[in-house]
C-alpha cells in the first residue's frame, strides 16, 4: 500500500466523453482518459495525469456534463472536454457537490443549495430557450430559498437533509405516464421522504431501492414503489430481508458496522466495507457477489455500465459484467439499430483495463 491520508478517496466515472477522475485520500486529483471512442465500444487502455494542487477535498462526476470537484478553499472546479476547465465563479463557501446525469448540486456553508447543467426529469428550475426547448444552466442557481441544508445525495432522485434530519427529495419520480413529458416544471418541488436523519454518509437508488450507510458504519435499505411495482424489487439483500410496500421505511442490512459507501450502476449496486472489500449487488436478483479477490479497495464508482475501483497501490481498474449477462439481456445499445457490446466482455474478476496511477507518466 502506498496510498495515505485523511481525506476520501473518491472515483468519478467514466462519461459519455471517456474521461474520470480519482481523488487520492491524500488530496491529489488524476485526470484519466479512456480509448473508448463511444460509449458502446470496449474499453482497452487507459492513460492520465494528475491535475496541479494537493488540496483537493470533494469530486463529482457526471454523464454528459464532465466533473466538478471542490478545494479545501471552498472553491468549486469544472473539468469538461465540451465546456472546458476552469472555477467555477468565484465564490469560496462551497461545502459539498454531488452530481446526476446531466446535473450537479451543491451546497454552501450558509446552508443553501445550488444547481447547474441540464433539467433532468425536475431537478433543476425549467429553463428553455425562446423556441421552448430546454436549455442548461451554464452557471449555479439556488434551488429553494430554505437555508438549512446540511447534505445532499444525487440518486435517481435526488434527496437533501434539512438541519432538523428531515429528508426531502423532488423531481419526476418515473411513473408512467401518458405520452411524452414536456414541462418538468411540475415536478419540481420539493417532497419529504420516509428516509430520516443526518447521519448518513452515503445514498444511492433509483425508484425502487434505495441503499445506505450511516455514520456509524451501518448498511440499510428500502423500496421505493412509488405506487407500482416492479419485478426487480429487492426481496432481500445479503441475506436481509426488506418490507415491501410504497415508501418502506429503511431497515438494516446484516450485523456489519464496517460499511464505508455504496454507488449505483445501470445493472449493479456497490458497497465497500472498510477493510477494503467491496460487492456487486446485481438489481435483477439482487444476488451478490465480490468481483475481486482482494482487500484493498478506497473507493468505488459505478455510474456507467462499467465499475472502476482505486486500491490502496494507486491501482484503478474497470470492471464490465460481473454477472455475465447474455448478449441478448440489453440487446440495443446507446446507438439504434446496433448490438451492444457492453457484455461480450473478459471473465468477470479480470478487469477490462487497470493503470496504476502513481507509475503513470
Known sequence: ARLSGAGKAMIAGEG????????????????????????????????????????????????????????SDGTLWK??????????????????????????????????????????????????????DTIAFPDPVQLWPDADWVDVFALAQ?????????????????????????NYSVYHRLVRADIEGTNWSSLTGDDWLTMGVRNDGTLW????????SHPATARNIFGSPIPQGNEAKPVRIGTKSDWVGVAEGVFQIMALEADGTFWAVYRGSFQSKRPSRYHDWLAVSAASFETWALAKDGTISCWGDFFQLVPDFFA??????????????????????????????
Open 79 to 132: 473539468f469538461s472536454r465540451r465546456a472546458g476547465s476552469g472555477q467555477i465563479g468565484s465564490d469560496s463557501d462551497w461545502k459539498k457537490v454531488v452530481a446526476g446525469r446531466s446535473f450537479f448540486l451543491a451546497l454552501k456553508q450558509n446552508g443553501t443549495m445550488w444547481g447547474w447543467g441540464y433539467n433532468d426529469s425536475g431537478t433543476l428550475p425549467d429553463h428553455r430557450d425562446k423556441k421552448g
Open 158 to 182: 435526488p434527496m437533501a437533509v434539512k438541519r432538523d434530519g428531515s429528508c426531502w427529495t423532488w423531481g419526476y419520480d418515473g411513473t408512467p405516464g401518458n405520452g411524452r413529458i414536456t
Open 332 to 361: 440495443r445499445g446507446p446507438y439504434d439499430g446496433e448490438k451492444t457490446q457492453l457484455f461480450y466482455l473478459r471473465p468477470s474478476r479480470r478487469p477490462l483495463a487497470s493503470i496504476n496511477l502513481l507509475d503513470a507518466k
Open 16 to 71: 459519455g466523453d471517456g474521461y474520470f477522475y480519482a481523488l487520492l485520500p491524500d488530496g491529489r486529483l488524476w485526470a484519466g482518459k479512456t480509448d473508448r471512442a463511444r460509449p458502446d465500444r470496449q474499453l482497452k487502455n487507459i492513460s492520465g495525469r494528475f491535475v496541479g494542487g494537493s488540496n483537493w477535498v470533494d469530486l463529482a462526476g457526471s454523464y454528459s456534463e464532465g466533473a466538478t470537484a471542490l478545494k
Open 221 to 228: 435499505a428500502s423500496t421505493r414503489h412509488r405506487g407500482y
